[in-house]
């Protein structure tokens, strides 16, 4: 299933740069997920939009600000970001809460140099 | 603390052989518990889901799981692979009445022909 589109698929940013990352849903979810995968490790949930109300924010660095303008797009805006933030950022919807399957984007590559 | 364990990080079977994938989990509630598989390059899609009745629970692409509450277990079973089964696989537990989703490390899959 394609209904999430994530753009870009690759970036190469510098530690002082500002770029977003953009996640567009066309199912009609009402929940938006942020969530980071680095190698070895489990993916690590970052925020969750529902209805456009941030419902979850799991103690995330500043350095990154998501933002839900309505309840199909969802962006992450990256400033300042360090080296060890390069990994794969994979954004979600679902219909509802947990209990409902995810539905995920094919994630954005982020390099920080 | 709510835990996800994929005790074997890669695993090797030829094409025809049966296959298990164990998870173990942590939870001290009913758990809502998904089965994720992962291409190269891309998101992850839901093989299946478990919350609540039979415990043999079918999913797509000719996968099982069962849900063995005493072991606190969910494995994942797929009586003969195909080469395009070669990926990665994540169990994950959701967290009820939350949007959170705890996701084990992943067990990769090599498939040989």
């Known amino acids: 299933e394609t209904g999430v589109t994530q753009t870009p698929r690759h970036l190469v940013m510098g530690m002082t740069n500002k770029k977003s990352l953009k996640c567009e849903q066309h199912?009609?979810?009402?929940?938006m997920y942020w969530y980071k995968q680095s190698a070895k490790k489990p993916l690590e949930l970052m925020f969750v939009?529902?209805?456009?109300?941030?419902?979850e924010n799991n103690s995330v660095p500043s350095r990154f600000s998501p933002e839900c303008p309505n309840s199909s797009h969802l962006f992450l805006h990256l400033h300042t970001l360090q080296p060890e933030d390069s990994a794969l950022y994979l954004c979600?919807?679902?219909?509802?809460?947990?209990?409902?399957?995810?539905?995920f984007g094919s994630g954005t590559q982020l390099s920080v140099l | 603390a709510q835990s996800v364990t994929q005790p074997d990080i890669h695993i090797t079977v030829s094409e025809g052989a049966s296959l298990e994938l164990r998870c173990n989990y942590s939870?001290?509630?009913?758990?809502?518990l998904f089965w994720y598989v992962q291409s190269p390059g891309q998101g992850l899609q839901l093989l299946l889901k478990?919350?609540?009745?039979?415990?043999l629970v079918q999913g797509i692409k000719g996968f099982e799981a069962e849900f063995k509450r005493s072991q606190s277990s969910f494995n994942l079973r797929k009586p003969s692979v195909h080469w395009s089964d070669a990926a990665e696989y994540f169990c994950?537990?959701?967290?009820?009445?939350?949007?959170?989703?705890?996701f084990g490390t992943g067990t990769r899959l090599k498939v040989l022909a």
């Open positions: 979600a919807s679902s219909q509802g809460a947990v209990g409902e399957k995810l539905f």
């Open positions: 199912l009609g979810h009402n929940a």
């Open positions: 939009y529902s209805l456009e109300e941030r419902v």
């Open positions: 939870y001290g509630a009913t758990p809502y």
């Open positions: 478990y919350f609540s009745g039979d415990t």
């Open positions: 994950a537990v959701g967290l009820s009445g939350t949007y959170k989703y705890i």
